[in-house]
């Protein structure tokens, strides 16, 4: 079989109906299989696939076991070559898996492969993650790609092939099972957010490669699937912390520190925009309030 295309879900019915409904027209001609990994929903999300998708593999989980643990579970069943994450938020376009299906088959050394995510205007999203460090702790990644695209690509490159990068976003990813049968699985200490990061890492450093194949695109709905955004921006905060434990154990205080001094200076610099502007930006006040949080969750101890 071609590839095994694992969905992982938590109360998103529509955008899973959805997604699933994209799949004919982004597998082509490959053969393949569907997972639906279920978290444990109360949305009626396994009773409308299991009407509408008899042919969806589904594992129905007692309990929210996160994304990594979720995917597992799947990934342990699969008989693809390659398995495709795909989020329930996403929708693709005519031969998005194929193309990402034909550029790994050709390419023996690649481990993983994102296409290009787009929004709803089908303007481009980034689609590639540099492996955190101090420097993208304590600069704007903003500012890194724009003077160091080489070294920080994104979005504001135009690019016509195929590129080498780091690591892709989740939303959209395919990963060689060779790849995945040397470096081992997803690391279930991650709950939601880091993991495909972790695992490129870990491929990196096994001597596989990650790349961007831009022809492949794929809409995404960024964020639909995450829920509450504070209560995403901790458990993104938490994966940070495990993610740099995991790599850099003896520096890890340092790190700590600059995450710590990064949302102190985002706090003040919203703060300031917040009464420079009479509080009569809703957009600013929000983000005030969610660094607010952040900074109380922290001073609790992260709990």
């Known amino acids: 079989m071609d590839v095994s295309i694992v969905i992982v879900n938590w109360n998103t019915r529509q955008l899973l109906l959805d997604c699933l409904a994209s799949i004919p027209v982004g597998v082509g001609e490959l053969t393949h299989e569907i997972f639906l990994v279920d978290n444990a929903s109360s949305d009626g999300s396994v009773a409308a696939v299991r009407q509408r998708y008899p042919q969806v593999i589904v594992i129905e989980n007692e309990r929210n076991l996160g994304f990594a643990a979720a995917n597992n579970r799947a990934f342990r069943q699969m008989r693809g070559d390659f398995a495709l994450l795909l989020n329930t938020d996403t929708v693709l376009t005519a031969g998005a898996i194929a193309r990402l299906q034909g550029f790994m088959a050709s390419h023996p050394e690649a481990g993983m492969a994102c296409g290009q995510l787009l929004n709803r205007d089908g303007s481009k999203q980034n689609s590639i993650a540099n492996f955190p460090t101090l420097l993208t702790l304590l600069i704007n990644e903003t500012l890194l790609r724009i003077f160091s695209p080489k070294r920080f690509p ?21 990963v060689r099972k060779a790849a995945m049968e040397a470096v081992g699985l997803l690391d279930e200490r991650y709950f939601f957010f880091m993991e495909e990061t972790d695992w490129a890492l870990s491929m990196f450093k096994a001597g596989w490669k990650s790349y961007l194949v831009p022809d492949a695109r794929i809409y995404h709905l960024q964020g639909q699937s995450a829920g509450d955004q504070v209560g995403a921006r901790i458990m993104f905060y938490r994966s940070r912390y495990q993610y740099f434990r995991k790599w850099h154990p003896r520096l890890f205080p340092l790190f700590g520190l600059a995450i710590l001094l990064r949302l102190a200076v985002d706090l003040l610099l919203n703060l300031l925009a917040a009464g420079l502007t009479l509080g009569l930006v809703r957009s600013i006040n929000l983000k005030l309030r969610r660094y607010a949080l952040l900074m109380f969750w922290h001073l609790r101890g992260c709990p």
């Not at 590129?163 to 976003?169: A, L, P, T």
Request: net charge negative.
């Open 154 to 174: 994104s979005k504001r490159r135009e690019y016509q092939e195929p590129v080498e990068i780091e690591s892709g976003i989740g939303a959209c990813l395919m």
